[in-house]
């Protein structure tokens, strides 16, 4: 994991703002999600917390498994969230640097080993954690008695593709929807630097991507909020539009986490998407991602309603 700090490289020494870290992430994170789904929606899952190691177990048996971080648990019975560095279980250090490294940023939010667990809290600190720590695909797994203990995963397996105009269009469209974003710009920005996307503001305020097989347009209303997302790419139209029709016309499926509670006022419900005509001739034929179910979830949540709860295991011990 990298050193603390943001995704625009402030110094931990410079305490951030909860909101800055989830504006910086919300993207970013989302694509890692789905790209999750893509590679375990229908994954078991078991997490051995002695050894940091989380393995991902198909139906045909085989297994995958990646290096874990232990960020902390969210309880609906006594409606808290515990951070994992307080260790009320005496895990190995080396499980918990991220909760740490996200305490030692000065967050407010990370400063008091629990919190009143409210609306999407356990998504937007696990969101902080991942612009601190670099590390951005996450589980949320069930544990028991509604409990759920959150993640950060990290293995090379995981690494996002070359980034594509329909993946950066979904992305976009989708992640505004997962999480409250309150600066639109600024969460713009820190995706395309973390995916190394050229980004330059046109004459009219909108910022246009330069994506390897296109280009994606993001234009802004007057406070600044997404108010649309246009694309061109350099492959047949068919399949984009397929992509940006899917994203447009399943929007709920991207939310994952509890909605905030009032997400109007810093997003629009979902951005006007400009989808090029397909050729008559030329089904349109999505991204194999979108053909499976509920694909826009940003965690393999398919796995965890379709597959019965794992054995609960000791090492999850609350208090209260």
Known sequence: MTE????????????????DLVDDAAFLSHEHQLHLTDLHGDDAWAADLTTGVFTFTAPDGGTATCRLQFLGTAAPGPGTWMWAWQNVNGFPDAVLTAAESTRRTGLREAAEPELPLADDLAHRLALAAKAV??????????????????FLLDDADLALPAPSVPRVVRTLSEGLLSVTVVDHRRAVASYASARGLPAVEDGTGAVVLDVPDGTVTVRFDERGRIAGI?????RTAAPLAAELEAAAAEPEAAASEPAAADPAA????APALTVPEPPAEEPA??????????PAVPEPSTAETTTPEPRRRSWFRRRG
């Open 4 to 19: 603390p700090q943001t995704a625009h490289g402030t110094a931990a020494q410079d305490v951030p703002a909860l909101q």
């Open 133 to 150: 720590t670099g590390s951005f695909a996450h589980y949320s797994a069930p544990v028991g008695g509604g409990t759920r203990a959150w």
């Open 230 to 234: 246009s694309a061109s790419s350099g």
């Open 266 to 269: 810093s997003a629009p419900t």
């Open 285 to 294: 034929a999505p991204e194999p991602a979108a053909a499976a179910p509920e």
